[in-house]
């Protein structure tokens, strides 16, 4: 079961590591509100997925087995537990 996440500017801890967070919550009925605007997203069977807003294109982009020790620059992260 996905978990509601409130982190909005703040960060949580993954898994040794921390990631600045921007969003605005993950609901259960697995809608992303992201600065007044719902992203409806498909949910896959994983125990972690990124997602991330990237400045120059604002676009989502899903991420699946990632290099957690590979340094990531990017504004807004969207963690799904």
């Known amino acids: 079961?996905?978990?509601?996440?409130?982190?909005?500017?703040?960060?949580?801890?993954?898994?040794?590591?921390?990631?600045?967070?921007?969003?605005?919550?993950?609901s259960q009925n697995k809608e992303i509100q992201n600065r007044g605007r719902t992203v409806s997203y498909a949910c896959l069977n994983l125990?972690?997925?990124?997602?991330?807003?990237?400045?120059?294109?604002?676009?989502?982009?899903?991420?699946k087995n990632m290099n957690l020790k590979r340094k990531i620059k990017y504004s807004r992260f969207l963690v799904l537990i």
């Open 1 to 26: 079961m996905h978990k509601k996440i409130l982190a909005n500017s703040k960060k949580i801890k993954l898994k040794g590591l921390r990631f600045g967070l921007s969003f605005r919550f993950i």
């Open 47 to 63: 125990l972690i997925s990124f997602y991330w807003i990237t400045n120059t294109t604002n676009q989502f982009i899903k991420r």
